[in-house]
């Protein structure tokens, strides 16, 4: 089956504590993107990448990181400086950067105490 | 930076009655996609609108582009329950490649 997952489904942790949430696709699109879903906020970018080994800050990277080492894989850590990390984290890839529709796995809900 | 606004933020009907959702942009935008997010699930694609003017049917859906290029619309006549959900509208400006999104329409039906 083509699609994209996300794993896990539910996370939890502490504060204080960094953590790495798993975005693979076998889709074989190109551009992939991080959102943050709030309740009542929409979704929000947080980073996206348009090819392998590059990617660029979307509009709340700040507390982020990402990788894109293989065109299938697009990890993001939460960091311990992102000042309010609870959220639901989606995942999504598109064949071309904001042009096509976007693919969205089916998120992991995190919560830090 | 690009704007995009979304109206109303809730939407309650009874079961057969019409709904509408908007969506502006503070910019031109290059095109428009429209997103169905079940409760409890993820964002899936329903359309991409990219003429001026455009309208696009999926049969009891009607989008809308404005003529600017800066408004859009989605219009469910006779709704179902099986219509409940969040509708998001997405918009790509003209010179990057980010889609930006509305916050979203929740669409409640009532039986």
């Known amino acids: 089956d083509g699609g994209i997952t996300q794993s896990p489904k539910y996370l939890f942790r502490k504060e204080g504590q960094n953590v790495t949430l798993s975005c693979e696709q076998n889709?074989?699109?190109?551009?992939m993107y991080w959102y943050r879903q709030d309740p009542g906020q929409g979704l929000r970018l947080i980073y996206y990448s348009q090819i392998v080994n590059d990617f660029q800050k979307g509009d709340i990277a700040e507390g982020y990181s990402v990788s894109r080492e293989k065109k299938e894989s697009f990890p993001l850590t939460v960091t311990s400086a992102q000042k309010n990390p609870t959220a639901f984290y989606l995942c999504?890839?598109?064949?071309?950067?904001?042009?096509?529709?976007?693919?969205f796995g089916p998120g992991t809900r995190l919560t830090v105490t | 930076g690009q704007q995009v606004m979304q109206i109303p933020q809730y939407q309650h009907v009874q079961e057969g009655e019409d709904f509408t959702t908007y969506c502006n942009s503070s910019?031109?935008?290059?095109?428009i996609q429209w997103y169905k997010q079940r409760p409890g699930g993820h964002p899936v694609f329903l359309i991409q609108l990219v003429k001026s003017g455009e309208v696009k049917k999926q049969k009891r859906l009607t989008f809308q582009f404005g003529e600017a290029k800066k408004n859009s619309s989605l219009h469910i006549t006779a709704t179902q329950t099986t219509d409940v959900g969040t509708y998001f509208c997405?918009?790509?400006?003209?010179?990057?490649?980010?889609?930006?999104f509305g916050k979203g329409t929740l669409l409640t039906v009532n039986p």
């Open positions: 997405a918009g790509l400006g003209g010179s990057n490649y980010k889609l930006t």
């Open positions: 910019t031109t935008l290059s095109n």
């Open positions: 999504a890839s598109s064949t071309s950067t904001g042009r096509g529709e976007q693919y």
């Open positions: 889709l074989n699109h190109d551009a």
